[in-house]
């Protein structure tokens, strides 16, 4: 799950940076302003990458994708790049978990002895 929820973490930071260029030019809102709302955003993106392994981490990707969504306030192509990226966070978590099930399933199997 971590590596499906990481690609999505990672491609969201490069969305964020290329909304706060957006922002910037058509928002009306000072600069230091979207470059501080983005910053913090592109580096939740990346810090939970690392988090993901613990407890809150899945809990706090899915604030960011609300975030992400929400954020289309302020640049409206953001509400369809954010539902876009909900649908591919739920798909890593979702398959994520599914794999990472098969794979823990496969390694008991091949770690347990043979009977016949």
């Known amino acids: 799950m971590r590596t499906l929820c990481a690609s999505t973490l990672i491609g969201e ?14 928002s009306g809102l000072p600069a230091g302003t979207v ?11 990346v810090l ?7 407890k809150g981490g899945v809990t706090l990707g ?10 289309g306030l302020v640049v409206p192509a953001m509400y369809f ?6 649908g591919l966070w739920w798909a890593s978590v979702h ?5 990472d ?4 399933e496969r390694a008991r ?7 016949a």
């Open 48 to 54: 939970l990458c690392g988090a993901l392994s613990h």
């Open 13 to 26: 930071f490069f969305v964020i940076g290329f909304a706060g260029l957006v922002a910037m030019r058509t």
């Open 62 to 71: 899915w604030a960011l994708q609300l975030a992400l969504v929400a954020s």
């Open 35 to 45: 470059w501080t709302v983005c910053g913090v955003a592109m580096a939740l993106c």
């Open 81 to 86: 790049l954010g539902v876009c990226f909900t």
């Open 109 to 115: 199997l091949e770690t347990e002895p043979d009977t």
């Open 101 to 104: 099930a098969a794979k823990a």
């Open 95 to 99: 398959f994520g978990r599914k794999v």
